[in-house]
């Protein structure tokens, strides 16, 4: 029979307590609070022992349930007196008799944090200790009590304690604070939940794409101030789970409040840069998530002037992002034009105060550089789904090259190729890179054919040599890398004219010995790598 919902009251006073954490952050000066209050305090395990160690006077669940702890603690609080105290509905006349019956005792609030299973994960336990940090007493009283949150608070964490321990004081907890703690409840037991399924799948059973895919993220600080576009909301959310270092977790040193679209493009710059982690002084410069302008040069100064030369237009309120950390020079010249976001992993005290000028500038400080190679999963969103595919970590080796021209690339050509190629890995497709001499000539991105992002390329180079008074564009004597196969040869003309002598791309096409005949009749040396980066 579905019994009558009686409405809950606003203000439950306070009369017994439970508390059962991991975390003990905080517990002692809360349960002391607690009892001034006249609470009763029921605890269990190191949590009560903690409150005996400071004095306090703590009923163990053992003696509120008849029953000692059992099973190395693993049955403790699964008991009707802990549930039944936790679930009855006060004001229901059955709810009431059975607690009369049974010698249930309400307990009004509960105080718990689960097990450290994520912590266990980090630290690389071995199985069994993994598996033995799965809470499930805990979840279930937290599961219990945010059910009956009409009559019960449940706490989950400790910054919580103050607004609880101040209601108390004014006569109980309310309604509206009692709602809001069993959201943050229901929250964490997923969450947790989630980080037991993921184990699972992916470390214990090796899998790639789970049947089901239970995810947990905390959201980071307050909202941003919009999305995309100002119509738009937005929030930045980080994994709860194990996860590397990448530009949610950069420090911001000074500057406005990061916004969506600041975020998307560092991350793409910062991505980008983490390729030449391992190399000499290298710049990148992002505007709206592709690069404008990469290098690398002896200095980081030489870098920066230098990919800047490439497009002096797109860099304007562009992100800027450095393998090294940042010296005075570079922050003074960086200063020279209006910058969005610099990140770099991290800034010496002279730059830090070149950049303290520019208030809106934010400096980001991302300390190690991601690896490039790292495993993980890449999610889209679409209309009623989400796209889930493991990251682009692909690298070229020297195995994978093939020589498909009658003419080899020289030294320096193929390592404009191999340059090149890195930087279109993070062109959004289509996409044809120029480089020469370990910076980017020209970039075409996005476009809906290869032709043409082969010709803005060009164009942008010749735009580039114009402004900066040179006597030719840094297409001539250039490589030039193709995310995708070149499916006709006008792609591959296109850079002929541009004056590129060097061609590397993935092949593939049915057409590749056109292309090749193409290449060979215009004197061009070309590669095949056998992958292509194509980036949506």
Same mark, same amino acid.
């Given at each position: 029979m579905t019994p009558v919902a009686v409405p809950a009251p606003d203000i439950v006073a306070v009369r017994r307590a439970l508390l059962s954490v991991s975390d003990k952050t905080g517990i002692v000066d809360f349960a002391q609070a607690l009892s001034q209050h006249g609470v009763e305090l029921v605890s269990t395990g190191g949590t009560a022992k903690a409150l005996r160690d400071a004095g306090l006077t703590v009923m163990d669940v053992s003696e509120l349930t008849g029953f000692p702890e059992m099973m190395d603690g693993r049955v403790k609080t699964l008991h009707p007196k802990v549930h039944g105290g936790l679930l009855a509905v006060r004001d229901d006349a059955g709810h009431a008799a059975s607690m009369q019956d049974h010698g249930i005792g309400a307990i009004d609030l509960v105080v718990v944090n689960l097990y450290p299973f994520e912590a266990t994960v980090l630290r690389g336990a071995e199985r069994d200790e993994v598996i033995e940090n799965i809470d499930i007493g805990g979840?279930?009283?937290v599961r219990s009590a945010a059910k009956n949150h009409g009559y019960? *608070?449940?706490?989950?964490?400790?910054?919580?304690y103050p607004v609880v321990i101040a209601e108390i004081a004014a006569g109980g907890?309310?309604?509206?604070?009692? &709602?809001r703690l069993a959201a943050r409840a229901f929250a964490a037991? *997923?969450?947790y939940d989630a980080a037991i399924a993921q184990w699972f799948a992916f470390a214990d059973q090796g899998e790639h794409f789970p049947q089901t895919l239970p995810m947990a993220y905390t959201r980071h600080a307050d909202e941003l101030r919009y999305g995309e576009n100002p119509h738009q909301s937005a929030a930045l959310y980080m994994p709860r789970g194990p996860h590397g270092r990448g530009i949610a977790q950069a420090e911001q040193l000074q500057g406005k409040a990061l916004s969506y679209n600041n975020l998307n493009d560092a991350d793409a710059a910062l991505e980008l840069v983490s390729e030449f982690r391992d190399g000499p002084p290298t710049v990148v410069i992002v505007k709206h998530a592709n690069p404008c302008g990469v290098a690398t040069a002896d200095t980081l100064l030489?870098?920066? &002037?230098?990919?800047? *030369?490439?497009?002096?237009? =797109?860099?304007?309120?562009?992100?800027?992002?450095c393998n090294r950390p940042l010296d005075e020079e570079t922050a003074e010249?960086? =200063?020279?034009?209006?910058t969005e976001v610099v990140v770099a992993p991290d800034a010496s005290d002279a730059?830090? *105060?070149?950049?303290?000028? &520019? &208030?809106? @500038?934010? @400096? @980001? @400080? =991302?300390g190690e550089l991601p690896d490039p190679e790292r495993p993980g999963l890449a999610l889209k969103s679409i209309a009623g789904g989400l796209l889930l595919q493991s990251r682009d970590g692909g690298r070229l080796t020297d195995e994978m090259l093939k020589v498909v021209t009658k003419r080899a690339p020289t030294a320096q050509e193929l390592a404009d190729c191999r340059f090149a190629w890195t930087v279109a890995k993070h062109v959004k497709s289509n996409a044809i890179v120029y480089a020469k001499g370990n910076s980017t000539a020209g970039i075409g991105a996005g476009q809906m054919n290869r032709l043409e992002s082969a010709r803005i390329a060009a164009w942008k180079a010749k735009d580039a040599a114009d402004k900066a008074g040179w006597a030719e564009p840094r297409t001539i004597g250039s490589a030039v890398a193709s995310d995708a196969?070149?499916?006709f040869a006008d792609g591959l003309l296109a850079a002929v004219e541009a004056g590129a002598t060097a061609v590397i791309q993935p092949g593939g096409s049915i057409r590749d010995e056109e292309v090749i005949a193409a290449a060979d009749a215009a004197g061009l040396a070309m590669v095949f790598t056998g992958m292509r980066h194509f980036r949506h």
């Open positions: 979840p279930a009283m019960v *608070a449940m706490v989950t964490d400790p910054t919580d907890t309310t309604h509206a604070t009692r &709602k037991t *997923a969450a030489e870098a920066y &002037k230098t990919a800047f *030369a490439c497009d002096t237009v =797109s860099a304007f309120g562009g992100i800027i992002a010249a960086i =200063s020279g034009i209006f730059a830090k *105060a070149v950049f303290a000028r &520019k &208030k809106n @500038l934010r @400096l @980001l @400080l =991302s196969f070149f499916p």
